[in-house]
């Protein structure tokens, strides 16, 4: 099994512009989420799913957009960047239906100028 | 409002020095707690769920433990493999939401 897995590693954008970062696991989770972790500021979750057609918002779903259409899959799209969203981004997924014991995929430094 | 809070920031140790780290919480209903292990520009690493004041949990040199206002992850004769960041996080009951501290940083010196 793969696990989590992200793409892309690196990202650089411009102010304004619109891109979406990817999110697949190979293991059947039903839960899959998405945080940020900023220096000082700890790991905060933006958006979660608790399975296919369901979403829902975190503690900073502003500025950020998901769809889960396959159990797979889980994208992050942001809709017109912004410099406070320079972060590094983590994906995550869950078998036990609950958000505690999650895999976390390799993460997403994105970089927004 | 929830929050937890880990103490301390940063912990040097030297190898064989046994230490504890602190995850104190304020949580309504507390579904569980987890202790997460993150090592540099990876995503973190689940260590351990506990649910309930009391319970107790261990893996090799680390062990969890569990009250109704903190945790503790006692590390017992560390080695720089033990070198990381670790996690502490909450979930409340009925949601589907973690609440993560913002982590002690451990470096074990040879």
């Known amino acids: 099994n793969a696990g989590v897995t992200q793409t892309p590693k690196f990202q650089v954008l411009k102010t304004g512009q619109s891109m979406t970062l990817q999110c697949a696991q190979d293991m059947n989770h039903e839960y899959m989420s998405w945080y940020r972790q900023d220096p000082g500021m700890g790991l905060r979750l933006i958006h979660y799913?608790?399975?296919?057609?369901?979403?829902d918002q975190g503690e900073v779903p502003n500025g950020y957009n998901v769809s889960r259409s396959t159990t797979e899959d889980f994208p992050l799209r942001l809709l017109s960047a912004a410099p406070s969203q320079t972060s590094v981004y983590f994906c995550a997924s869950s078998y036990s239906g609950g958000a505690g014991e999650q895999f976390f995929g390799p993460g997403t430094r994105l970089t927004v100028l | 409002e929830d929050q937890v809070t880990q103490s301390p920031e940063a912990l040097r140790l030297q190898e064989g020095e046994s230490s504890s780290l602190n995850c104190s919480y304020t949580v309504s209903g507390l579904r569980g707690l987890f202790w997460y292990r993150q090592d540099p520009g990876k995503g973190p690493e689940f260590l351990f769920t506990l649910y309930s004041a009391g319970e107790e949990k261990e893996k090799e040199r680390l062990k969890a433990t569990l009250t109704k206002k903190e945790s503790f992850l006692h590390i017992t004769a560390p080695k720089p493999e033990d070198s990381a960041t670790y996690l502490c996080a909450v979930q409340r009951g009925a949601t589907n939401k973690l609440i993560f501290g913002t982590g002690t940083l451990l470096a074990v010196q040879p």
């Open positions: 799913s608790v399975g296919a057609g369901i979403t």
